[in-house]
């Protein structure tokens, strides 16, 4: 409203005839030549005061309107910081739907309508978990109905807000494709508002040129194919148009933005999360946003976490899944697992990755000792430890790079089982949150690792033949399948030697069956120590033996065959007091693919020739017994007795 305007004209006039009549009526003996200066200049005055009070309502309502959207940017980007790596996000998006709505020649009222509907566009989306926001692989049908109810969300969250412009419908539609194959509502090209179709476009392009859980970032020119593509189909073709002819200047204006002073740190730039309460200089509000972020991905990491451990039975393997999801949330240059032993009260390194990771694989400690037995004793993390402390408790002057350690324990019921151990080479690098979160991490992983312990054990003893601690007849058949199939693709050899123990039921039967164990055990002792590392003895069964020799022809098993026969054949047994017993052991080859091309063939050849070398033992043996007596017959007859 301005001075001059009709309005005011009409205000003035019709105040002035009000006042010189109830001029007039109070004193009618006045002259209206007298009372005209006298009106015009008390007019004048509260036409004055009205001008004053209309601009003071609208300065009024102008702040009062500027400070609503202020709280609701506030919301939004903070709404936004939870489950983005920078709240610039929704800045680009309303950047590219003002300047695309302004190109279309849309009005000032539209323009700001869109400007507010961009910035709240996602506000649906705090109905949604955050597993299924963040989720880096495919949705499930279940997953994408929990997103599809965002727009409506969103709209329905706003649609009490009164707004002197269309915000609520943006909001609803800004999922619509051109096609109809959109959500909620699957409304088809104009049916759709504009401002969605606007706003749908800018999220669209700046979707698809940011890093995602489920996307790596495209560049612009990929970005701008990819839309062109979609034009007519997902979306308006007249709309796409008109954000490409504008896009490389609203890209010079979102660069010349300015950047925020605290940006949030990238979880794939392996730094982990900064940790909270450190505020950085720049201002409050970064800050603030910093943390709504970093709590969000504190409780995602801890997630991605425990779901890792969730998919792995193996201690390796699990391990090797939770290193890589801590270091998001706990920084290291070495992750380390120390497992305790109650029985021997020794702590030993079983997985370690990272740096001087080879060094950590070597420790093995006394309950007490190091760092890590510091924290089995006592049941209480460390942090910011000297590494070296360990390697010193063992007796080791190895160097190490690694400056701070932040050891906790893992415990499972009331046991301890071990500690998880995160290094750096800054020295003091580690703070309590750290520990709280590594804490966090620990609570999850004992009874994981506790049960992968189990696991690994059961595995071993399923495989393990438990007298003599050889691999038993199972294991041998997983061995031999592998080997044969590699022996076969590379044209290579395969020996079986199959070893009977001589005399072993007449052994337990005279001595009795603690001797036979112990018997056992020396022949195993010895078959084991007699081949290369990468061979296998197996015991087969009872008291027969079986050693596989990868890439080994008939002559070189012929010589293991007697090397081991002669190795057996040096044992010697306490049979009972002051009594020595001796072994023997018969046995025969088989070569892969000269003897068969099967496990069955070469086992049945082996074992065929084993039983011709013990029968060929026992024909020696009852030789053996027969020539000393004639040895011992005179060479000539005695003479008959003198009765005869």
């Not at 508002?193 to 040129?209: H, K, M, N, S, W």
């Not at 020119?221 to 504008?246: I, K, N």
């Not at 998001?328 to 990755?353: D, G, H, K, N």
């Not at 039921?505 to 069956?513: L, P, V």
Request: proline share 6%; with cysteine.
């Amino acid at each position: 409203m301005t001075h001059g305007s009709f309005p005011a004209r009409a205000f003035a006039g019709g105040a002035l005839a009000a006042l010189c009549a109830a001029l007039l009526a109070l004193v009618p003996s006045v002259s209206v030549v007298w009372l005209a200066p006298l009106t015009a200049a008390t007019l004048y005055l509260v036409y004055r005061a009205y001008l004053h009070r209309i601009d003071d309502e609208r300065r009024n309502a102008q702040q009062m309107a500027e400070l609503h959207l202020a709280t609701i940017e506030a919301l939004a980007l903070a709404i936004d910081a939870k489950d983005q790596a920078t709240p610039d996000h929704i800045r680009r998006v309303q950047a590219y739907a003002t300047g695309l709505a302004r190109a279309l020649g849309m009005s000032d009222v539209e323009v700001q309508g869109i400007k507010t509907a961009a910035l709240l566009h996602d506000i649906g989306k705090l109905a949604v978990p955050e597993h299924i926001l963040v989720k880096p692989g495919p949705l499930t049908p279940e997953e994408f109905q929990k997103i599809r109810i965002h727009p409506e969300v969103g709209a329905e969250i706003l649609g009490s807000v009164p707004f002197p412009y269309p915000v609520a419908p943006i909001i609803r539609s800004h999922h619509e494709r051109w096609d109809g194959r959109g959500y909620p509502a699957g409304l088809k090209e104009d049916a759709i508002p504009l401002g969605a179709r606007v706003v749908y476009i800018a999220d669209y392009f700046e979707a698809l040129t940011s890093d995602r859980p489920y996307h790596k970032a495209i560049s612009h020119e990929a970005a701008v194919a990819l839309m062109q593509q979609e034009a007519g189909t997902a979306l308006d073709p007249r709309v796409v148009d008109a954000f490409v002819s504008v896009l490389p200047r609203l890209t010079l204006e979102i660069e010349r933005l300015e950047p925020s002073p605290n940006p949030m740190p990238q979880r794939q730039t392996g730094e982990g999360l900064r940790t909270r309460g450190t505020r950085p200089s720049g201002g409050a509000r970064p800050s603030v946003l910093d943390d709504i972020g970093l709590a969000h991905r504190e409780i995602y990491a801890l997630y991605q976490i425990a779901q890792a451990m969730g998919t792995r039975l193996g201690l390796a393997d699990m391990m090797s899944l939770i290193s890589s999801k801590l270091s998001s949330l706990v920084p290291f240059s070495a992750c380390a697992l120390f497992l305790y032993t109650e029985s021997t009260e020794l702590l030993q390194c079983r997985f370690a990755a990272g740096t001087d990771s080879e060094l950590m694989q070597q420790i093995t400690l006394r309950n007490g000792q190091g760092l890590n037995g510091w924290v089995v004793r006592n049941r209480r993390p460390l942090v910011n430890a000297r590494p070296s402390a360990d390697l010193e408790a063992m007796g080791s002057n190895a160097p190490t790079v690694l400056q701070s350690a932040l050891v906790c324990p893992l415990i499972f019921g009331e046991q301890v089982i071990g500690t998880l151990a995160v290094y750096h080479t800054e020295p003091g690098f580690y703070r309590d949150d750290h520990r709280r979160l590594l804490d966090r991490v620990c609570e999850q992983a004992g009874a994981v690792i506790r049960n992968s312990i189990v696991f690994e054990q059961t595995q071993v003893d399923s495989l393990t033949d438990p007298l003599t601690g050889l691999p038993n007849t199972r294991s041998m058949f997983y061995h031999l399948t592998r080997e044969l199939a590699r022996a076969s693709r590379l044209e290579d050899e395969v020996a079986l030697i199959v070893m009977d123990l001589n005399g072993f039921k007449d052994i337990n039967d005279t001595y009795g069956h603690q001797v036979g164990d112990s018997a056992l055990r020396e022949v195993a002792s010895v078959l084991r120590g007699a081949i290369r590392p990468y061979d296998m003895c197996v015991r087969y069964a009872g008291d027969e033996f079986i050693v596989v020799l990868s890439g080994c022809g008939r002559g070189q098993a012929e010589n293991k065959r007697v090397e081991l026969v002669d190795a057996v054949g040096r044992i010697a047994l306490d049979g009972r007091p002051g009594e020595r017993l001796s072994l023997s052991i018969s046995a025969g080859v088989a070569v892969f693919p000269h003897d068969g091309d099967t496990y069955e063939a070469l086992l049945a050849k082996a074992d065929g020739r084993m039983y011709s070398d013990k029968n060929a033992r026992r024909t020696d043996a009852a030789r053996r017994v027969v020539a000393p007596a004639t040895t011992d017959t005179p060479d000539v007859a005695p003479a008959e007795p003198a009765s005869k």
